[in-house]
């Protein structure tokens, strides 16, 4: 937001049970999830109460480490 941007992502690549499981921690996905997204919100929403413009958070569902194509 420092540099301008209006929308942030959650940055939470692999955060899928799929791709998560590898750890043994599919119960936290959702955990690791919400606590990225209200990180980003509290960032953004701090940022707009400096400056006064609306700005976004979207999810991040990005690549995983699995192959889903076997």
Do not use: Q, W
């Not at 043994?24 to 701090?46: F, M, Q, S």
């Amino acid at each position: 937001v420092d540099a301008g941007a209006d929308m942030l992502e959650t940055s939470t690549f692999s955060g899928t049970r799929i791709a998560i499981a590898d750890y043994g921690c599919e119960h936290l996905v959702r955990d690791i999830n919400v606590a990225a997204a209200r990180i980003a919100r509290k960032v953004t929403d701090g940022a707009t109460a400096r400056d006064g413009r609306r700005r976004f958070v979207a999810g991040s569902i990005g690549p995983t480490n699995k192959t889903l194509s076997i």
